[in-house]
């Protein structure tokens, strides 16, 4: 049975305050996951959801397809681009905790991505973004300990 997954990732700020929105489909099976974060990006968030996504199903080998406004993820994956910033270690490129994280799930599933345009009238992206603010403005949000900490390996002070 083929699994749709919408995914959208949000940040005020962009750095700033973030979260992700995720609607899973599989028949008559649907669930909602949300996350904020105190400090990330949009990027960040995109490519949190569709691994939060793919981490909550259950068994292997489903067919998957991932819907998304994220270019960054789409094209990342879909052109290959992520195998080879792998094969290279992640060299200056960012976000390679999650990359990393990504290609430990990506691989038990048959996954293809679809782009679709944010903020276009889809509703279930409309939903998703709709999770994803909602989720940011929460109080007391966590640290996203992968770009806090990348962000502070940067910097000549502590």
Known sequence: MQITIHTDGAAS????P????????SGRHRKELWGG????????????????ALEALKGKG???VVVSDSKY???????????????KGFAKKKNPDLWKRFLQV????????????GHAGHPLNELCDRLAVAAREQP???ADEGFEQGENRDSLFT
Not at 13 to 16: C, D, Y
């Open 18 to 25: 973030g979260g992700y929105g995720v609607v899973l489909e």
């Open 73 to 87: 993820v789409v094209d990342a994956v879909e052109k290959g681009w992520v195998f080879e910033w792998a094969r």
């Open 13 to 16: 700020g962009n750095p700033g």
């Open 140 to 142: 007391g949000l966590p």
């Open 62 to 64: 489903h067919q998957v």
């Open 37 to 52: 974060f105190r400090h990330t990006t949009n990027n960040r968030m995109e490519l949190l959801a569709v691994i939060v």
């Open 106 to 117: 990506y691989p038990r599933h048959h996954v293809r991505f679809q782009w679709i345009r």
